[in-house]
């Protein structure tokens, strides 16, 4: 986390924010109490370094708006409405690399690479189910259908509604979202994905819920959805299409959403055994539960 010229260091406590070892603004004020995702103190700072970063690229022919590296670092009792509202502004300023670390142990160091103009977005496709429309659903639910989706979005348009179905129906994603939610003062990890697409002839008909008491279980369902991947992989003599689109479960993509108010001491835990399983870099979104 040492500062450099190229990649600068922000450090976000419970009181106060620096960067590059400079306190630039308190943290419930210009943080917690902002309810834009623009934190304009750190965006002012973040933008003199850019300026610098920017002129040197020039001076030696190189792209200024690509891939360029920040580090951040974050207290373990700091909320993810913050953390989130933290590496947005950082995005915002230029910065579409960053590695970031939790809490005081700097054993786990993740990195989180953002959309820039080559890398526009992980998901392209225009009928992209948003996280929280899932995430109410998340609680004592087995199924959300695509009934239901198509109720929720009202597309009323017959043309649209019809290209939606039949986009759908060879919609071969696992599309992994993973959170959690609190019941009677204990944690519950919830995962939901698209089922379908395990199967020998890939379908749509809606998003899977399961939830877990603890962590090991919550892992231990991952490895088996792993097994059934290899199941497939080994039956096929030919990499076949469902096996790639099934990579979106083993090293590809997972999306996280979570409260604004949830502590980033209990996300680690998730964010740890995410990265053992590949999901690092472009391959963690993050949302905000807005239900």
């Known amino acids: 986390m040492t500062p450099n010229p190229n990649e600068p260091v922000l450090d976000v406590g419970l009181d106060e924010y620096s960067l590059n070892g400079n306190v630039i603004g ?3 004020t210009d943080v917690s109490a902002n309810q834009e995702l623009l934190i304009v103190p750190l965006d002012d700072g973040l933008k003199k370094i850019r300026v610098f970063e920017q002129e040197e690229a020039l001076k030696n022919n190189q792209p200024v708006d690509e891939c360029i590296k920040a580090k951040l670092h974050v207290d373990e009792n700091l909320s ?14 230029g910065y579409s690399n960053i590695k ?3 809490g005081t142990n700097f054993k786990e160091i993740y990195d989180l690479k953002l959309p820039t103009r080559s890398r526009p977005c992980l998901h392209v496709n225009p009928f992209y189910i948003s996280p ?17 989706i198509l109720a929720r979005l009202k597309i009323k348009d017959a043309y649209k509604l ?3 179905v039949d986009y759908f129906k060879d919609y071969n994603s696992l599309d992994l979202m993973l959170s959690f939610y609190r019941e009677n003062d204990n944690i519950v990890y919830a ?7 395990l199967k020998a002839n890939p379908s749509f008909d809606g ?5 877990f008491n603890n962590l090991a279980d919550l892992w231990k369902f991952i490895a088996d959805i792993r097994s059934k991947e290899k199941l497939q992989n080994d039956s096929n003599d030919v990499k076949s299409f469902v096996a790639k689109c099934t990579s979106d479960l083993f090293g590809k993509h997972a999306s996280l959403i979570f409260e604004n108010d949830e502590l980033m001491k209990d996300i680690a835990p998730l964010l740890k055994g995410l990265k053992a399983y590949g999901y690092n870099g472009d391959r963690i979104a993050f949302s905000v539960a807005l239900w």
């Not at 993810?80 to 300023?93: C, E, Q, R, S, V």
């Not at 087995?142 to 009934?147: A, E, F, M, P, V």
């Not at 995962?191 to 697409?197: K, V, Y």
């Not at 998003?207 to 939830?211: A, P, T, V």
């Open 162 to 164: 019809v290209c939606f």
């Open 191 to 197: 995962i939901s994905l698209n089922e379908g697409a």
């Open 100 to 102: 970031y670390a939790i």
């Open 80 to 93: 993810f409405g913050d953390f989130y509202k933290t590496f947005a502004t950082m995005h915002f300023a």
């Open 26 to 28: 308190k943290t419930a």
């Open 207 to 211: 998003f899977s819920f399961y939830s």
């Open 132 to 148: 929280p429309l899932r995430y109410k659903y998340m609680r004592n639910r087995q199924k959300l259908s695509l009934d239901e």
